[in-house]
């Protein structure tokens, strides 16, 4: 039997999501940087995301740029450079997305340093308040770069539905395209990319509303899990379960729904509410709140529901469920954006490449 709890990864649908999504994007005249972040850019996949057509690898975190450093395409640093891995960053990856005028001073002294030109992105905010400089900015910021060597600007980018959720559309994707257009105009430098977000700005693509300049798509999600972020909604011909989490039955028991004694606080500091639904069929499985949010986890088996989990302990209600289970059954998950992070972060989750 295999490792539990595991979460099982298969390879070939991420090779076909990528390929549907680099497909559709090639047809608008965008290139696509697949995103790694989410699965800690375990090579296998980030390889499986190349054999599907990507050409552009991105990550958020400098380390996970060593694991798929043997891949010779282009790497692209997605969280805005700490000064004090100025260095790194230079050597370890080929553009940057950027918002600091001090920042990209320092890549620029590394990129001398290291014989090397150090590409950038600059980062405009058009209103979700992450990263980004806000417009009336822009035109101090660019004429400081240009005056830097070692770095080229090729491009701006922006970054929606991140912190704010404001949702990607004609008129800022719009805006985005007329900054780009008066600082070619302005400055004379080529926007060779002009990178309209993430997994958010797809269903513009589908509705035949993206502005034809955009020309660059960092996505991640919609790769993984075959789903769109503006809406939340799955992508026609893909895969949503790529990713399968499997957790193992410690305990099988009927109890009562609601706990005997006087009710304090649970192993997080919330006083926990029950409703009585009589004597039921619990099951323990050995995975709990260290590894994931339970709130992100979807059942396979539909007639399971999630009761609660403390750090170890994940508690769900089989007694509606067609499959007799045993002590030592496992149960299989369908993973959300977010359980996906942390398990594939957790070091207690055995990652089984299919
Ligand atoms: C994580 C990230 C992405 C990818 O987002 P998805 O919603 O997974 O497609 C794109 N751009 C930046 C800057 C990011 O941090």
Redesign the pocket.
Known sequence: MDVCPRIEIDLSKIRANTQVLVDRCKNAGIQV?G?T??FCAVPQVAEAMVEGGINML?D?RLENFGKIAHIPIQKLL??LPMISQAEKVVSLVDIS?NSEIATIKKLSEASIKQGKVHKIIL?IDLGDLR?GIWSDQIHTTIKEITQLEGVQLVGI?T?L??YGGVIPNPTNLGQLVNIAMEIEDTFQIRMEIISG????SLYLLERGEMPKAINH????????LGRE?AFGEPISGTYQDAFTLIAEIVELKEKPSVPIGEIGMDAFGNKPVFEDHGIRKRAILAIGRQDVSVNNLIPKDEKISILGASSDHLIVDVTDSLKEYSVGDEVAFDIE?GALLQLMTSEYVFKKIK
């Open positions: 940087a995103v972040k989410v991105a958020a997605l969280r997305l980062m990263e980018g970054n539905t991140c977000g993430n997994s958010s798509l960092r996505l991640g999600e919609s790769i993984v972020t954006y």
